[in-house]
């Protein structure tokens, strides 16, 4: 989460309707998006059911986005370090999963849309490669459940030669520059 947060620290006023790699979001709605993602996270663990994906709002960031999205990080967080056991199954709106399969989305999330912040603001950025590579050893195996997934664009051939962070954004749809 610190390294979304990075990149969320450094966006400029004039940055928020930037168009980011996701279609459907400038990059107040992608902030908002990661924001949901992890307010979703203590209710989740607290066993609330019938909760469905909710919709992008950018309203929820109200006038200081950085304040909201830290706030929703570190309730997520504390409520993450409260498990007894990362085996315990929340009800998630795409179904039951641990919940370290809950952690496996919200650190890729995080990675993956503070690249997509760096991109809309036309920096370069690498993704951290133990991370990286974390989050490949968690999607590698569902990749077959990625192709046609309402959630990701289709994957993309990495360049050759890529590292962990440039095939996981490939896996992911993201068009990664060779170097």
Do not use: K, Y
């Amino acid at each position: 989460m610190a390294f979304f947060g990075e990149q969320l620290r450094d966006v400029a006023d004039t940055q928020w309707e930037l168009p980011t790699g996701c279609p459907a979001w400038n990059v107040r709605e992608l902030v908002a998006h990661v924001v949901l993602g992890e307010a979703l996270i203590p209710p989740l663990l607290t066993g609330e059911s019938g909760l469905d994906r909710p919709d992008v709002d950018p309203s929820i960031l109200g006038t200081n986005p950085v304040a909201v999205w830290r706030g929703t990080a570190l309730a997520a967080i504390e409520a993450l370090a409260s498990l007894d056991s990362l085996d315990v199954v929340v009800e998630h709106p795409i179904g039951p999963v641990p919940a370290h399969v809950l952690i496996g989305f919200r650190v890729t999330d995080n990675l993956v849309h503070a690249w997509d912040l760096a991109m809309a603001r036309e920096r370069d950025l690498e993704l951290p490669e133990d991370l990286a590579e974390e989050c490949l050893e968690f999607w590698v195996p569902l990749a077959a459940s990625l192709d046609g997934s309402e959630l990701f664009a289709p994957m993309v051939e990495p360049p050759d030669g890529a590292g962990p962070g440039a095939r996981l954004l490939a896996l992911l749809g993201r068009q990664v520059p060779a170097s």
